[in-house]
């Protein structure tokens, strides 16, 4: 089983950058499909971006195209979410999961296809 865990998550304020990382292990990185979401308080968990599980095929939220890069490390066995000109609304707790293989190697946007999930990062955009 594999297991995830997100990393830098933080306070900044808005039009600034900010990467986190999905570290993986159990299994190699590159076994799963992986993706992100987020959840703000009050709101269901979106999907914000996924990579497939040979890195060759990314999709992304309407909202965060063009400003957030998902981007894999097979080195560190790391997941990424490159994150640019932060608004105010990306405000939220962000998680890492990955698909079950067994449904598939490809992107999806379906929560429910993702099994593994980390604990998530909080990130606070300010004015």
């Known amino acids: 089983q594999v297991q995830l865990v997100e990393s830098g998550g933080g306070l900044v304020q808005a039009g600034m950058s900010l990467r986190l990382s999905c570290g993986v292990s159990?299994?190699?990185?590159?076994?799963?499909?992986t993706g992100w979401f987020r959840q703000a308080p009050g709101n269901e968990r979106e999907f914000v971006a996924a990579?497939?599980?040979?890195?060759?095929?990314?999709i992304y939220a309407d909202s965060v195209k063009g400003r957030f890069t998902i981007s894999r490390d097979n080195s560190k066995n790391t997941v990424d979410l490159q994150m640019n000109s932060l608004k105010l609304e990306d405000t939220a707790v962000y998680y890492c999961?990955?698909?079950?293989?067994?449904?598939?190697?490809?992107?999806?946007?379906?929560?429910?296809?993702?099994?593994?999930w980390g604990q998530g990062t909080q990130v606070t955009v300010s004015s």
């Open positions: 990579i497939s599980s040979g890195g060759g095929s990314t």
């Open positions: 159990g299994r190699t990185v590159s076994a799963y499909a």
């Open positions: 999961a990955a698909r079950n293989p067994r449904r598939g190697l490809g992107v999806t946007r379906n929560r429910i296809e993702y099994d593994q």
